[in-house]
């Protein structure tokens, strides 16, 4: 075979290999200094290439980004965090049951969305992608409302629109999921900059994935939110894979995602992923720095997608397969939760408790959800809807549409 | 002959090319390694190695832009495009510079790249994975558009697109890679090795840009198609016990208007049908192109059956779907007045 002398970034490890994160620059908990939240970009430039790490081996926060949180907050976040999960795995079977058409998890990623979301305040407006689960659960949108959308029944907030896990909250201020990656992103730049051209102190938050951070639309953000110092906090979840393809493929083989904030005049911070107070800390950071003044910042979340990509998915053709049980910052549950009863604040019997408790919660909004439909059975939804909101008045080849499709039914 | 379903037909055109053409590459977004999201492009990157079957980032404008230099600098890439609905960020790419290059440097660069995008619904994609845009890049002076409707035409119109030295964007309904369907969702899937056009030679062979396939010769009405509604359309005239003359266009541009003009002149009435949405739908061009050509020879308006102009919607999707009732309808107004 000819060899060529094109570089091509090479995949860790593939099937049947054993896993090796070798590649990956961790720095010791604790190590990172934290800035002042004014600081000029060009004096934090190691921020977007170190890693912002509190939570140590031991499951102690140490240095200067523990966010001192207290333990009740904590155990609202691990709570959030447990939820996201056990959600998760519940849609997952009901999705392999032939209940829902398509999902998504977010396996190992929890302590993003829901961390991040917590550092935020209720009326900033997130831009999700499609794995930022945990910001709608953290926001409090009822459980009951994610699964009819899941179902595209006749609560859905689609209204049978929208792939499963496209959400949207209008109440939330979660803007609606697009199933087209990094389209989100300037979006939320454009959000943020109608905040500040109108005075207000409310910023924009968004989500794309590494493999997303190629598309031109995330360089349109940054670029943007540089030249208009747009109040706007710009997540890359580094989750080291898109679909089959190794974060390499996305340009993170020579540099970290956070160092091209940098290169824009954006401050740029690398975190722990997984790690609940770490991400709480830098996204308590970058919202302090937008609402000042400071403009925009782009974290990097580094983090391992523990799960297939989707339930179109299997990994198992292209990673080694225990390759999440070895991800060297480990599971984001499992450290906050060891924090915790290092604190004294928690314990595996209230731990195992509140697992009960939110199975049962979830179990209950499903037989709930299930009643107002799915698609093969129960209520369904009116398929005129299928012609409205295509505009604010339907026109006439939509009304003329409307009633060959209403005979169509009827000949059936 | 070997019996392939349409991803094995459209793996074996390319593994021909890898082997027959050192300038041809593949690129796009999960094809190397991992063969593709829908596999067609399985195993060959084992076969040709990492530099000619290329994982790209997920860029689609990077896709298509470099995918034009690398045709400049001498190579012949097919790049993939994961669905048609993801084509959009390529699209500045695609319209002002892949299609117009040879027109602007009155021939003196030129970039034979083939685009592959799957398209079309049926399979509870929703609106990000169900779009049939043909119609958007037919608009488009420069570009060739090719959409086939099972796996014999599929490797051939392939081949024949990579071997194009202008620039082919090539559909594939993504519904009838594993099968014909025809339309109705309740019915047992077939596979393509119970269907005639299962039947797929090995080697190399071309179908040709711009002549369609008569699928059914009949005397009572034309129906004139491309992809999926090929299959609907045989079952929606069957049903009703009509000898309709089924013309599968397989090449959008060029245009076979021969074959379609000839059809109407006999027939008198003719029925358009696509999945995409109806208005400015590829049907649109064809309706005024029969009326041009075909006016006198007219017994009844020309019809179209098409996807309602809405996006794709997720939970309606078959009251979406341009099925059997819908081309029916359409059917029984171009058989009126008798």
Same mark, same amino acid.
């Given at each position: 075979?000819?060899?060529?002398?094109?570089?091509?970034?090479?995949?860790?490890?593939?099937?049947?290999?054993?896993?090796?994160?070798?590649?990956?620059?961790?720095?010791?908990?604790?190590?990172?200094?934290?800035?002042?939240?004014?600081?000029?970009?060009?004096?934090?430039?190691?921020?977007?290439?170190?890693?912002?790490?509190?939570?140590?081996?031991?499951?102690?926060?140490?240095?200067?980004?523990?966010?001192?949180?207290?333990?009740?907050? =904590?155990?609202?976040?691990?709570?959030?965090?447990?939820?996201?999960?056990?959600?998760?795995?519940?849609?997952?079977?009901?999705?392999?049951?032939?209940?829902?058409?398509?999902?998504?998890?977010?396996?190992?990623?929890?302590?993003?969305?829901?961390?991040?979301?917590?550092?935020?305040?209720?009326?900033?407006?997130?831009?999700?992608?499609?794995?930022?689960?945990?910001?709608?659960?953290?926001?409090?949108?009822?459980?009951?409302? =994610?699964?009819?959308?899941?179902?595209?029944?006749?609560?859905?907030?689609?209204?049978?629109?929208?792939?499963?896990?496209?959400?949207?909250?209008?109440?939330?201020?979660?803007?609606?999921?697009?199933?087209?990656?990094?389209?989100?992103?300037?979006?939320?730049?454009?959000?943020?900059?109608?905040?500040?051209?109108?005075?207000?102190?409310?910023?924009?938050?968004?989500?794309?994935?590494?493999?997303?951070?190629?598309?031109?639309?995330?360089?349109?953000?940054?670029?943007?939110?540089?030249?208009?110092?747009?109040?706007?906090?710009?997540?890359?979840?580094?989750?080291?894979?898109?679909?089959?393809?190794?974060?390499?493929?996305?340009?993170?083989?020579?540099?970290?995602?956070?160092?091209?904030?940098?290169?824009?005049?954006?401050?740029?911070?690398?975190?722990?992923?997984?790690?609940?107070?770490?991400?709480?800390?830098?996204?308590?950071?970058?919202?302090?720095?937008?609402?000042?003044?400071?403009?925009?910042?782009?974290?990097?979340?580094?983090?391992?997608?523990?799960?297939?990509?989707?339930?179109?998915?299997?990994?198992?053709?292209?990673?080694?397969?225990?390759?999440?049980?070895?991800?060297?910052?480990?599971?984001?549950?499992?450290?906050?939760?060891?924090?915790?009863?290092? =604190?004294?604040?928690?314990?595996?019997?209230?731990?195992?408790?509140?697992?009960?408790?939110?199975?049962?919660?979830?179990?209950?909004?499903?037989?709930?959800?299930?009643?107002?439909?799915?698609?093969?059975?129960?209520?369904?939804?009116?398929?005129?809807?299928?012609?409205?909101?295509?505009?604010?008045?339907?026109?006439?080849?939509?009304?003329?549409?409307?009633?060959?499709?209403?005979?169509?039914?009827?000949?059936? | 002959?070997?019996?392939?379903?349409?991803?094995?037909?459209?793996?074996?055109?390319?593994?021909?090319?890898?082997?027959?053409?050192?300038?041809?590459?593949?690129?796009?977004?999960?094809?190397?390694?991992?063969?593709?999201?829908?596999?067609?492009?399985?195993?060959?990157?084992?076969?040709?190695?990492?530099?000619?079957?290329?994982?790209?980032?997920?860029?689609?404008?990077?896709?298509?832009?470099?995918?034009?230099?690398?045709?400049?600098?001498?190579?012949?890439?097919?790049?993939?495009?994961?669905?048609?609905?993801?084509?959009?960020?390529?699209?500045?790419?695609?319209?002002?510079?892949?299609?117009?290059?040879?027109?602007?440097?009155?021939?003196?660069?030129?970039?034979?790249?083939?685009?592959?995008?799957?398209?079309?619904?049926?399979?509870?994609?929703?609106?990000?994975?169900?779009? *049939?845009?043909?119609?958007?890049?037919?608009?488009?002076?420069?570009?060739?558009?090719?959409?086939? *409707?099972?796996?014999?035409?599929?490797?051939?119109?392939?081949?024949?697109?990579?071997?194009?030295?202008?620039?082919?964007?090539?559909?594939?309904?993504?519904?009838?890679?594993?099968?014909?369907?025809?339309?109705?969702?309740?019915?047992?899937?077939?596979?393509?090795?119970?269907?005639?056009?299962?039947?797929?030679?090995?080697?190399?062979?071309?179908?040709?840009?711009?002549?369609?396939?008569?699928?059914?010769?009949?005397?009572?009405?034309?129906?004139?198609?491309?992809?999926?509604?090929?299959?609907?359309?045989?079952?929606?005239?069957?049903?009703?016990?009509?000898?309709?003359?089924?013309?599968?266009?397989?090449?959008?541009?060029?245009?076979?208007?021969?074959?379609?003009?000839?059809?109407?002149?006999?027939?008198?009435?003719?029925?358009?049908?696509?999945?995409?949405?109806?208005?400015?739908?590829?049907?649109?061009?064809?309706?005024?192109?029969?009326?041009?050509?075909?006016?006198?020879?007219?017994?009844?308006?020309?019809?179209?059956?098409?996807?309602?102009?809405?996006?794709?919607?997720?939970?309606?999707?078959?009251?979406?779907?341009?099925?059997?009732?819908?081309?029916?309808?359409?059917?029984?107004?171009?058989?009126?007045?008798?």
């Amino acid at each position: 075979m000819v060899r060529s002398r094109l570089h091509l970034p090479r995949s860790p490890a593939r099937p049947g290999e054993a896993p090796d994160f070798s590649y990956l620059e961790l720095s010791p908990a604790g190590a990172v200094a934290r800035p002042q939240v004014g600081a000029r970009v060009r004096d934090i430039g190691p921020l977007a290439v170190e890693l912002v790490r509190v939570l140590d081996d031991a499951g102690d926060a140490v240095g200067p980004w523990n966010p001192h949180l207290d333990a009740a907050e =904590l155990q609202i976040g691990l709570r959030h965090m447990l939820l996201t999960r056990i959600f998760d795995e519940r849609m997952q079977r009901n999705q392999r049951a032939g209940k829902i058409t398509f999902y998504v998890r977010s396996l190992g990623e929890e302590a993003v969305s829901v961390a991040q979301c917590m550092a935020l305040s209720p009326r900033d407006m997130l831009f999700p992608s499609y794995r930022n689960q945990g910001l709608q659960i953290a926001r409090g949108i009822p459980l009951v409302n =994610l699964m009819c959308q899941l179902l595209s029944n006749t609560r859905d907030p689609c209204k049978g629109r929208q792939l499963p896990a496209m959400y949207h909250s209008a109440a939330g201020h979660l803007f609606s999921i697009s199933g087209n990656v990094a389209t989100q992103f300037p979006q939320a730049v454009g959000w943020a900059m109608a905040a500040a051209i109108k005075g207000e102190d409310h910023l924009a938050a968004s989500w794309l994935g590494e493999g997303s951070s190629a598309e031109a639309d995330f360089h349109y953000a940054l670029l943007f939110a540089a030249v208009y110092q747009a109040p706007v906090i710009l997540n890359v979840v580094n989750n080291q894979w898109a679909i089959s393809t190794f974060q390499g493929y996305a340009g993170g083989e020579q540099r970290s995602f956070a160092a091209r904030g940098p290169g824009y005049g954006i401050a740029g911070v690398r975190v722990d992923g997984n790690d609940f107070l770490a991400v709480h800390a830098v996204t308590q950071w970058a919202a302090e720095r937008a609402r000042t003044g400071g403009g925009p910042t782009l974290i990097e979340l580094v983090t391992y997608r523990a799960a297939a990509h989707s339930t179109s998915d299997d990994p198992s053709r292209y990673r080694a397969k225990d390759d999440a049980e070895h991800w060297p910052l480990g599971d984001p549950i499992e450290r906050l939760k060891r924090h915790l009863i290092r =604190l004294g604040e928690w314990s595996e019997e209230r731990h195992h408790a509140l697992s009960a408790e939110l199975d049962e919660l979830v179990a209950a909004s499903w037989r709930e959800a299930v009643a107002y439909g799915t698609l093969n059975d129960g209520p369904k939804l009116d398929t005129d809807l299928m012609f409205e909101d295509v505009f604010k008045e339907m026109p006439a080849n939509l009304q003329l549409q409307r009633a060959m499709m209403r005979a169509e039914k009827s000949s059936r | 002959m070997a019996q392939m379903n349409m991803v094995q037909a459209l793996n074996s055109a390319m593994d021909i090319m890898l082997g027959r053409d050192p300038s041809v590459v593949l690129m796009g977004e999960d094809i190397g390694y991992f063969g593709g999201v829908f596999r067609t492009t399985e195993g060959l990157q084992r076969k040709y190695g990492e530099h000619r079957v290329l994982d790209t980032p997920i860029a689609e404008g990077g896709i298509v832009g470099a995918a034009i230099g690398m045709a400049v600098n001498g190579l012949r890439p097919v790049a993939e495009i994961q669905f048609a609905d993801y084509i959009y960020p390529g699209f500045d790419q695609i319209v002002s510079e892949l299609a117009r290059l040879r027109y602007r440097s009155a021939g003196d660069f030129t970039a034979p790249v083939t685009i592959r995008t799957p398209c079309g619904g049926g399979i509870r994609g929703g609106q990000t994975h169900s779009q *049939s845009p043909e119609a958007m890049f037919t608009h488009v002076s420069g570009l060739k558009v090719v959409m086939p *409707s099972n796996p014999h035409d599929a490797k051939g119109l392939l081949i024949t697109a990579i071997e194009d030295d202008d620039p082919v964007i090539f559909f594939e309904p993504k519904r009838l890679y594993n099968g014909p369907f025809d339309g109705d969702p309740n019915k047992p899937a077939v596979p393509w090795s119970t269907h005639p056009k299962g039947e797929v030679p090995e080697g190399h062979y071309t179908v040709p840009l711009g002549r369609a396939d008569i699928v059914r010769a009949g005397a009572q009405l034309s129906i004139i198609t491309y992809g999926t509604m090929v299959y609907v359309a045989q079952a929606a005239a069957a049903a009703l016990e009509l000898d309709a003359e089924i013309i599968d266009l397989r090449s959008l541009v060029p245009l076979d208007v021969d074959a379609i003009c000839s059809s109407v002149k006999k027939t008198g009435r003719c029925v358009v049908a696509h999945e995409a949405t109806r208005l400015s739908g590829f049907g649109a061009e064809i309706a005024a192109i029969v009326q041009e050509e075909c006016f006198w020879h007219l017994e009844a308006p020309i019809q179209r059956a098409a996807g309602w102009d809405t996006p794709y919607p997720h939970a309606f999707e078959w009251e979406y779907f341009p099925g059997q009732a819908r081309l029916a309808a359409a059917i029984r107004a171009a058989m009126e007045p008798a």
